[in-house]
């Protein structure tokens, strides 16, 4: 099991099979190995605290940064406004995978 698989949104199993079909759809089960991605309902629900953990490593310095030279409040939340955009959708993605390698390293022990 390697970093780049991870990163990649391969699956933890095989490092080969998408996770993902769609920007926000999973498949149930990995289309090369048949590892089942969704072990029970609910089971992605520590993602929602890695997603938040990774946005707020963002935001946070990005609101430090603004902060210090002096942007107006207005400015800092039309950019971290414009930068969620973006960023929500590949944080919801990655957040997702680095918890099913997570559980599935803990699996293996």
Avoid at 28 to 38: A, D, F, I, V, W
Avoid at 48 to 77: C, H, Q, R, S
């Amino acid at each position: 099991m390697s970093f780049s698989s991870m990163m990649t949104l391969k699956c933890p199993q095989c490092e080969e099979g998408k996770q993902f079909k769609g920007l926000f759809s999973m498949y149930e089960n990995c289309p090369q190995c048949g590892y089942k991605y969704e072990k029970e309902q609910g089971y992605f629900t520590a993602a929602i605290f890695i997603g938040n953990f990774l946005y707020g490593l963002i935001v946070a310095p990005t609101i430090l940064i603004m902060a210090a030279i002096d942007e107006p409040v207005w400015k800092i939340a039309l950019v971290l406004g414009g930068f969620s955009l973006f960023a929500v959708p590949l944080i919801f993605r990655y957040a997702r995978s680095i918890w099913m390698y997570m559980d599935y390293i803990t699996e293996e022990s």
